[in-house]
């Protein structure tokens, strides 16, 4: 047991006691963000005159060493001590003697570690940031390919009006954009640097906490100390950004999951994202979609243990807040796997559109459109929706669409009706007459696929 403290203790810690609060087993994964950190505050400290130039040298060419020797394998982070922090200084200690103990010189396991999580937090918000963008190009492909592919679109999960592809792929646009400005907002609010901040009323040594932020790119360093240490908001926000991420996510994974089944056929997932079954050899399983699915719950488990830990806590600092991490880290991994799995399935799926046009065909999507057709020709609108609804009650009957009735059929239901109708209520006519700006006609489209293709190239810079 390697431990940073124990001079006011009189008796070893209990094995069970000193497992049950050790932290390593997973904070062991920001080890690089805690030599980062500790690096930037021996530069600080020499810069302030607190350690000479010398020391800061020695320590910032062992912290380094320590790094290598981590990434390289030949230093193995191991469960004797209690967590990151004391690994990397007794292996400082080791390497430095009685240089290597001045590290902590002005700092707390407590501001030390509230960096170190907002470190690790920054990284991965933003590789999650990246990976929607990749997303978001599928998307965008999908879009341009997908203007002129009628399908149905659905409420209740029943056939409602025709859309086309193109409209349906450019609502899940607008659901990952939006996450990507979440992403960004929430950047913007925890770009702090809490390092200064001490166990929680700051230190007596003249710490310059605007340089060490500034090394390690944040905006500036947190305002008050104990909030400093304490604040785990941001940490928050993420878990639920991510949350939201999944739930889109989910309902992506649903819909390729109905459109998959037999019923529909609409899609065929390749081969290299799907999986057969042992015992049913005709079977090929969405099981990508069913897991992205699956895996929701898990990250919003996150998200309300994390809320339920914090609850409560008196300021500033207690142990509580150790438990931001593991599932934290986990609701990370889960999100970063299921944005790049669900990408990949996504950009070689491929859609079967001649289903996808016939079941629009046959759900009587065109159905307001009839309808509007008799509006247009003095029919008022109640009426002209019972008249339709007979229509289709007939067409059950006969299990056909309205465009297979001759004239003559429809005229019995309404004189008004001539031939043109079966031009007025054709799947091409009910898209492509929804032209107000978002609506699924072509023309609304280029401009909602022009403004996408704008928001993803000023992204790129
Ligand atoms: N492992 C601790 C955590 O994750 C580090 C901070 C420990 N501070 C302390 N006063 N025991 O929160």
Not at 23 to 43: L, P, T, W
Not at 338 to 349: E, K, N, P, R, S
Not at 362 to 386: C, E, I, Q, S
Request: glycine content about 6%.
């Amino acid at each position: 047991m390697a431990q940073l403290w124990g001079g006011r203790f009189t008796k070893e810690t209990d094995k069970l006691v000193y497992n049950f609060n050790a932290s390593i087993s997973y904070d062991k994964r920001f080890y690089r963000q805690d030599i980062e950190g500790s690096a930037a505050h021996v530069r600080m400290l020499a810069k302030q005159g607190i350690l000479t130039e010398q020391e800061a040298e020695d320590i910032d060419r062992a912290l380094q060493e320590i790094l290598a020797d981590v990434e390289s394998g030949r230093l193995e982070i191991t469960e004797e001590y209690e967590d990151i922090h004391s690994f990397v200084e007794a292996n400082l200690i080791e390497r430095l003697g009685d240089t290597g103990k001045k590290l902590h010189t002005g700092r707390s396991r407590n501001d030390q570690v509230a960096l170190d999580m907002r470190l690790y937090t920054r990284g991965c918000l933003v590789e999650t940031d990246a990976r929607l963008k990749e997303l978001l190009t599928v998307l965008l492909r999908l879009m341009k390919e997908h203007t002129k592919t009628i399908m149905p679109g659905f409420t209740h999960l029943q056939k409602a009006q025709p859309i086309t592809l193109a409209h349906h792929m450019g609502a899940y646009f607008e659901m990952f954009k939006r996450d990507r400005m979440r992403l960004h907002d929430i950047y913007e609010r925890m770009n702090y640097c809490p390092l200064g901040s001490g166990a929680l009323a700051g230190t007596t040594y003249p710490l310059d906490r605007e340089y060490t932020a500034e090394l390690m790119h944040f905006y500036g360093p947190t305002a008050n100390s104990m909030d400093g240490v304490s604040d785990r908001d941001y940490l928050i926000e993420f878990l639920a950004a991510l949350s939201i991420i999944m739930m889109h996510l989910s309902r992506f994974s649903e819909e390729i999951i109905i459109w998959n089944s037999n019923e529909y056929r609409f899609v065929e997932i390749d081969d290299a994202y799907s999986t057969g079954s042992s015992i049913m050899p005709q079977k090929k399983n969405p099981d990508i979609a069913e897991l992205v699915r699956g895996k929701t719950g898990r990250v919003y488990g996150a998200l309300l243990s994390l809320l339920t830990a914090m609850k409560g806590l008196p300021l500033a600092y207690n142990k509580d807040m150790q438990e931001d991490k593991e599932l934290s880290f986990d609701a990370m991994d889960t999100v970063g796997d299921c944005i790049t799995l669900f990408t990949g399935m996504l950009d070689t799926i491929v859609f079967h559109k001649e289903a996808m046009r016939k079941s629009a065909n046959n759900g009587f999507t065109n159905a307001t459109d009839a309808a509007d057709y008799l509006v247009k020709h003095g029919v008022p609108f109640r009426d002209a929706h019972g008249i339709i609804g007979q229509i289709v009650l007939k067409c059950i009957e006969k299990n056909i669409a309205i465009d297979d009735m001759s004239i003559e059929e429809l005229k019995s239901f309404s004189p008004v009706f001539e031939e043109d109708v079966f031009d007025a209520i054709s799947m091409e006519t009910c898209v492509n007459t929804r032209c107000t700006v978002g609506a699924p006609s072509e023309q609304a489209m280029e401009q909602e696929i022009a403004a996408a293709e704008a928001y993803l190239k000023e992204q790129a810079t």
